[in-house]
C-alpha cells in the first residue's frame, strides 16, 4: 500500500465519524461524510443532483467543511418546515423562504411570520439572459420588501447575475446597493449565479476562472459598502463551475433538495425544498434554514 494511499484512509475515516444524539462537534467530523471516497487517485465525493444524476468530484482540502450535525434536523409534518437546534454544539437554524415576482402579488407578510417564518430573502432583479443583458428590476422588490420588514423579518435580498465581464458584475453590485440602500435590512447580499438549463444564455462561454471573479468583484463591492455578501450556488456549480478554494473566505447559501443536505462545504444557509406550502402565500415558495453559531462568551 503507497504512503499516499495510507494518508487517504486515514483522512476518510476522519471524514465519516457517525453522527448521533446531536454529539459535540469536533474537528473531524463532516456533515455528508457517507458521501466521502477513497481511491488511488485521492479523496472524492459523490452526489446526485436535483434530476437524479450521479457525479464524483475531488474534495478540497483547503476549502472549510461543513460540521453541522443533522441528527438535530427535524421535519414538521405537518408544515414540512424544517427546524435544527444543535444545543451542545451551540448551532440553531432560522427558517425562512425567500421570494420574488413569481410568488404573485398578495403576500400577507404578517400571516408568514405567525406561521413560523423567521426570515426572507427577496429577489431585489435580475440582468436578462439574452444578448442585451439589460437590468431588470424585481416588479415586486418594493412590496415585498416593506411587507416583509413591516412584520418584523429579517431581510436579505438576492440578485441573478448574468454579468460577462468584471465591471458588469461592479454594475449589478452597484444596481443592488442603489436600491437596496432606503431599507434597514439584517440578511445578506446575495449574487446568484447559475446555470439557464432551458435556453441558451450570455453566460454560457464563461469560464471557470471569470465565473469566480466575478463572484469575488460582486461580493467585495457589496462588502465595501458595508453589507454581508453571500454567493447562492447548488451542488454542481461548487463542485464544477466555481472555484471554492478562491471563494473560501464568502458565504454561501446552498440549494440541494435532498433530506440531507450532500455538500461537504460548509454553508450558512440551506435551501431544502422549492416548493414549500406557507399561509399567506398563494404559491409554492422556496424553504430555507438559515444556520447561526452563538459566539462563545
Same mark, same amino acid.
Given at each position: 500500500m503507497s504512503k499516499f494511499r495510507s494518508?487517504?484512509?486515514?483522512?476518510?475515516?476522519?471524514?465519516?465519524?457517525?453522527?448521533s444524539g446531536c454529539a459535540a462537534r469536533t474537528d473531524e467530523t463532516v456533515a455528508g461524510g457517507e458521501n466521502i471516497h477513497v481511491t488511488d487517485d485521492g479523496v472524492y465525493y459523490t452526489f446526485q443532483n436535483m434530476e437524479g444524476e $450521479?457525479?464524483?468530484?475531488?474534495?478540497?482540502?483547503?476549502?472549510?467543511? !461543513? $460540521? &453541522?450535525?443533522?441528527?438535530?434536523?427535524?421535519? /414538521?409534518?405537518?408544515?414540512? @418546515?424544517?427546524?435544527? @437546534?444543535?444545543?451542545?454544539? #451551540?448551532?440553531?437554524? @432560522?427558517? #425562512?423562504?425567500?421570494?420574488?415576482?413569481?410568488?404573485?402579488?398578495e403576500i400577507d407578510w404578517k400571516r408568514v411570520k405567525k406561521s413560523g417564518v423567521e426570515f426572507a430573502i427577496i429577489r431585489l %432583479? @435580475?440582468?436578462? *439572459? %439574452?444578448?442585451?443583458? /439589460?437590468?431588470?428590476? /424585481?416588479?415586486? *422588490?418594493?412590496?415585498n420588501m416593506e411587507g416583509a420588514l413591516d412584520a418584523g423579518l429579517d431581510v436579505g435580498v438576492y440578485f441573478f447575475s448574468q454579468a460577462i465581464s468584471a465591471a458588469e458584475a461592479v454594475e449589478e453590485a452597484e444596481f443592488v446597493l442603489e436600491n437596496v440602500k432606503k431599507y434597514d435590512i439584517t440578511g445578506p447580499v446575495v449574487y446568484d449565479t447559475e446555470e439557464i438549463k432551458w435556453d441558451s444564455a450570455r453566460t454560457d462561454q464563461n469560464t471557470k476562472q471569470e465565473f469566480t471573479n466575478y463572484c469575488k468583484v460582486f461580493c467585495d463591492t457589496v462588502s465595501h459598502a458595508g453589507y454581508d455578501p453571500m454567493i447562492y450556488s447548488n451542488m454542481e456549480w461548487m463542485a464544477f463551475t466555481l472555484d471554492m478554494e478562491e471563494l473560501s473566505e464568502y458565504d454561501f447559501w446552498y440549494a440541494d433538495y435532498s433530506d440531507i443536505p450532500? !455538500?461537504? &462545504?460548509? *454553508? $450558512?444557509?440551506?435551501? &431544502?425544498?422549492?416548493? #414549500?406550502?406557507?399561509? #399567506?402565500?398563494?404559491?409554492?415558495?422556496?424553504?430555507?434554514?438559515?444556520?447561526?453559531?452563538?459566539?462563545?462568551?
Open positions: 494518508l487517504a484512509i486515514l483522512l476518510a475515516a476522519s471524514l465519516i465519524l457517525p453522527l $450521479k457525479f464524483k468530484a475531488p474534495l478540497l482540502n483547503n476549502v472549510p467543511k !461543513c $460540521k &453541522y450535525d443533522f441528527s438535530c434536523l427535524k421535519t /414538521d409534518k405537518d408544515t414540512g @418546515y424544517k427546524r435544527f @437546534y444543535d444545543e451542545k454544539n #451551540g448551532v440553531t437554524a @432560522y427558517m #425562512g423562504i425567500d421570494v420574488s415576482e413569481f410568488q404573485g402579488e %432583479g @435580475y440582468r436578462a *439572459y %439574452g444578448e442585451s443583458g /439589460d437590468l431588470v428590476m /424585481d416588479a415586486m *422588490y418594493e412590496q450532500q !455538500c461537504p &462545504y460548509d *454553508y $450558512k444557509i440551506w435551501q &431544502y425544498s422549492e416548493s #414549500g406550502v406557507v399561509p #399567506g402565500i398563494n404559491a409554492n415558495v422556496d424553504l430555507n434554514l438559515w444556520f447561526r453559531e452563538e459566539k462563545k462568551q
